[in-house]
Every structure is written in structure tokens, then in C-alpha cells.
């Protein structure tokens, strides 16, 4: 069955340490994955995904398929990187399912 | 200034009573999803729509209903047989090709009074 996990509920970093949120996936396909964040008070948007490979704010993920894992890495962390961040996959079609959401507190 | 809109915010239910949930999108997609997001357990897919008149179950559509009778609209309706019903409730759309971003309204708040 298709499965997105994020082992970590809570996640606490001091400001300018590195951050690795993990994220792993069952499928059979070839995915497409992806990084939502949801910042307080604010709505769930994209925050990359991999096909595109890129970085924003400072975060990257790699897709890993012999590990199936697609963890996101940021070298030093910021305050305001502090919310929730959900890894999501992509099925074949549109349809999209969502992990159970890391929340990332960035202590000063 | 293009968006997915979700109203009313906040809701309050009797046991009992159907609500329905309205979501609009002027991006001009096809797609458009509603979750369900709990603590602990983040977005779960509820109805999914890829085309006006046309609409597929997700994970847990028992004890909701929805309809696609116009590209910009996707009412959710929660009914009286949906056992939990109090929940965060997120609309999405989207353009239907796999590695489309979602865009995603900010969410009602349902509470079963």
C-alpha cells in the first residue's frame, strides 16, 4: 500500500544547527515527492519537490529510491524556519498523500 | 488576486445536522480535494475531483458527500452519519498532472456542539 512516514512528531534544533527532517515512502511507481510547510497562522504550501531539485530557503532533499526516503536538510537552521512540514507523494494521476506532519522548533 | 478560498473559518454543528463547507478556486484548475487533518495524523484524503461532474472517494469519504457542478466550486458536506466530524478541514486544487503543487486554502474549523 502506498504510505508516507515521518517518524518525528516534534522536532527541536537550536538556531544555526543543522536540521534533517525524515520522510519515507511505500509505493511501487515511481514517485513524486514533495514538501509542504505550514507556518503559523498561515496556509499549507509547497516547499519543494523533487523533480525539481532545487533549494529554497536553504532546505534540500534528495530522493533516495534504494532507501526510499526523501528526508529534508537545512545546514543551519533559522527561527523562522520554526512550523510544520509535512512530506507528501505524489501517485500516478494527481492524487496525493500526506505524512503525518514533523513540527520543527527553532530555538534562539 | 487568484486563490483557493474556504468559508465560513470556524463552524459550530448540532449532533445531528448536515453542514456544508464551501471551497472556491479561481486558479483555474481542474483538480480539487478536500482533507481532513487531526493531530497526529496529518491531511487525510476525503473526496477527491479531477473534472466538473466527476468526483472519487479518498481514504475516509464514509459520512461525507461532495459535488462538482462548477470547475470553480467543490462543497463539502458533512452529514450526520459521519461519527467524528469535529476536525480541521482543508480544500485544495490543483492542476492534474503528477508533479502538480497543491494550493491549498486556509482550512474551516468544524465543531460538533
Known amino acids: 500500500a502506498q504510505r508516507v512516514t515521518q517518524p518525528e512528531k516534534l522536532l527541536s534544533v537550536f538556531k544555526g544547527a543543522p536540521v534533517e527532517l525524515k520522510c519515507n515512502y511505500s509505493?511501487?511507481?515511481?514517485?513524486?515527492l514533495f514538501w509542504y510547510v505550514q507556518y503559523s497562522r498561515q496556509r499549507l504550501q509547497l516547499l519543494l519537490r523533487?523533480?525539481s531539485r532545487e533549494s529554497i530557503k536553504g532546505f534540500t532533499a534528495d530522493l533516495n529510491k534504494g532507501e526510499t526516503s526523501f528526508h529534508l536538510k537545512k545546514p543551519f537552521a533559522q527561527e523562522e524556519d520554526s512550523a510544520m512540514y509535512y512530506c507528501?507523494?505524489?501517485?500516478?494521476?494527481?492524487?496525493?498523500?500526506f505524512g503525518a506532519g514533523t513540527r520543527l522548533f527553532v530555538k534562539a | 488576486d487568484g486563490g483557493i478560498t474556504q468559508s465560513p473559518k470556524y463552524l459550530f454543528r448540532k449532533e445531528g445536522q448536515n453542514v456544508t463547507l464551501s471551497c472556491e478556486q479561481n486558479l483555474n484548475h481542474d483538480a480539487m480535494y478536500w482533507y481532513r487533518q487531526d493531530p497526529g495524523q496529518g491531511l487525510r484524503l476525503i473526496y477527491y475531483?479531477?473534472?466538473?461532474?466527476?468526483?472519487q472517494k479518498g481514504d475516509i469519504a464514509e459520512g461525507y458527500s461532495v459535488s462538482r457542478e462548477k470547475k470553480e466550486s467543490f462543497p463539502l458536506t458533512v452529514t450526520s452519519a459521519q461519527k467524528n466530524p469535529t476536525a480541521f478541514y482543508l480544500c485544495?486544487?490543483?492542476?492534474?498532472?503528477?508533479?502538480?503543487?497543491?494550493?491549498f486554502g486556509q482550512g474551516t474549523r468544524l465543531t460538533v456542539v
Open positions: 475531483s479531477q473534472i466538473v461532474n466527476d468526483f
Open positions: 523533487h523533480i
Open positions: 507528501a507523494l505524489g501517485l500516478g494521476g494527481f492524487k496525493t498523500i
Open positions: 509505493y511501487s511507481g515511481s514517485p513524486e
Open positions: 485544495a486544487s490543483s492542476r492534474v498532472t503528477a508533479t502538480a503543487e497543491a494550493f
